[in-house]
């Protein structure tokens, strides 16, 4: 069974730092695209990073640019979202994406970011 599995969410005060992890199964992951999207309560759900298939290509929304890191481990079948200078609006679910061109498509379930005093 595919599977997508978020993990590192949790309270983070302003300017912390945290990092989200996204464990795959059930499919070939060293072919995926991977990517992070995150979603505010009462907002629309915002791509925040895209990392390609070996890891070379990355891209990042404006609003976490110099911020988040994205990265991927291929023999771990694992996709990382390093989040460093946090900020409240960072506050939403960050969920994992796996994309093989335009023909597959898997989502994992989220994992709940807040940043707060």
């Known amino acids: 069974q595919v599977q997508l599995v978020e993990s590192g969410g949790g309270l983070v005060q302003p300017g912390g730092s945290l990092r989200l992890s996204c464990a795959a199964s059930?499919?070939?992951?060293?072919?995926?695209?991977m990517n992070w999207y995150r979603q505010g309560t009462g907002k629309e759900r915002e791509l925040v990073a895209v990392i390609n298939s070996v890891g070379g290509y990355t891209t990042y929304a404006d609003s976490v640019k110099g911020r988040f890191t994205i990265s991927r481990d291929n023999a771990k079948n694992t996709v990382y979202l390093q989040m460093n200078s946090l900020k409240p609006e960072d506050t939403a679910v960050y969920y994992c994406?796996?994309?093989?061109?335009?023909?597959?498509?898997?989502w994992g379930k989220g994992t709940l970011v807040t940043v707060s005093s």
């Open positions: 059930g499919f070939t992951f060293r072919r995926y695209a």
């Open positions: 994406n796996a994309v093989l061109g335009w023909t597959m498509e898997y």
